[in-house]
């Protein structure tokens, strides 16, 4: 029998929620200060814009030890991986080192027996040698990426600009600081070679 007008099956009173475990002793939600504790086991929660899902464990910071590299450094990472790169490097310092033995010959024949001034006399050198350099990178180093002739030569001669300022620079110090023309050249070059590989690299024979 139940009570008149109450359906059969239904109890009463109001219905309550089912219990959780752990709700009578204030475990979970029904603590009986009216403080709410989150359970001690670990929780999963989903992160990430693909639905990974990982641990959130108690006490424990959820910031990540290895950011994201920015993207700068990841294609510098990247590239520094790449076996083709350091193959194309070693490329380019053997007809490098082929041009650095045009430059300092023609530059010491124009210095000594031309008589010119040591600043056009690297300038010469450099023309010359900027021209052999292209020829061989075009048809060795950067065999690959070759493209147009006159427009990847205009870039090649553009990034050789920039490096011979950056050797005229270098090589005006060191003779300033007393060392022999020649020697001042033979170190300038050196030091502007990175800069001229990445230019020729990166820009140069890109497509």
């Given at each position: 029998?139940?009570?008149?007008?109450?359906?059969?099956?239904?109890?009463?009173?109001?219905?309550?929620?089912?219990?959780?475990?752990?709700?009578?002793d204030?475990?979970?939600?029904?603590?009986?200060?009216?403080?709410?504790?989150?359970?001690?086991?670990?929780?999963?929660?989903?992160?990430?814009?693909?639905?990974?899902?990982r641990?959130?464990?108690p006490?424990?910071?959820?910031?990540?030890?290895?950011?994201?590299?920015?993207?700068?450094?990841?294609?510098?990472?990247?590239?520094?991986r790449?076996r083709?790169n350091?193959?194309?490097?070693?490329?380019?310092?053997?007809v490098?080192a082929?041009?650095?033995?045009?430059n300092?010959?023609?530059y010491?024949?124009?210095?000594?027996?031309?008589?010119?001034?040591?600043?056009?006399?690297?300038?010469?050198?450099?023309l010359?040698?900027?021209?052999?350099?292209?020829?061989?990178?075009?048809?060795w180093?950067?065999?690959?990426?070759?493209?147009?002739?006159?427009?990847?030569?205009?870039?090649?001669?553009?990034?050789?600009?920039?490096?011979?300022?950056?050797?005229?620079?270098?090589?005006?110090a060191?003779?300033?600081?007393?060392?022999?023309r020649?020697?001042a050249q033979?170190?300038?070059?050196?030091?502007?070679t990175?800069?001229?590989?990445?230019?020729?690299?990166?820009w140069?024979?890109?497509?």
């Amino acid at each position: 029998m139940t009570a008149r007008g109450t359906p059969r099956g239904r109890p009463s009173g109001p219905v309550q929620p089912p219990s959780l475990p752990g709700d009578h002793d204030g475990d979970l939600l029904g603590h009986p200060h009216g403080e709410v504790r989150l359970p001690d086991r670990p929780v999963r929660v989903v992160t990430g814009s693909r639905g990974a899902i990982r641990p959130l464990l108690p006490g424990r910071s959820q910031t990540s030890s290895h950011p994201r590299l920015s993207v700068p450094a990841a294609r510098v990472s990247g590239g520094l991986r790449c076996r083709g790169n350091w193959i194309q490097l070693v490329k380019f310092g053997v007809v490098g080192a082929s041009g650095y033995g045009v430059n300092l010959v023609v530059y010491a024949l124009l210095l000594k027996h031309a008589g010119l001034q040591y600043v056009a006399a690297a300038t010469g050198s450099f023309l010359l040698a900027a021209s052999w350099n292209y020829l061989w990178n075009r048809t060795w180093t950067f065999r690959a990426e070759r493209g147009n002739f006159r427009i990847q030569g205009i870039r090649f001669f553009i990034v050789s600009a920039a490096v011979y300022g950056a050797n005229i620079g270098v090589l005006a110090a060191f003779v300033s600081a007393g060392l022999g023309r020649i020697v001042a050249q033979a170190i300038a070059i050196i030091f502007v070679t990175p800069l001229n590989f990445l230019g020729n690299k990166l820009w140069s024979f890109r497509r």
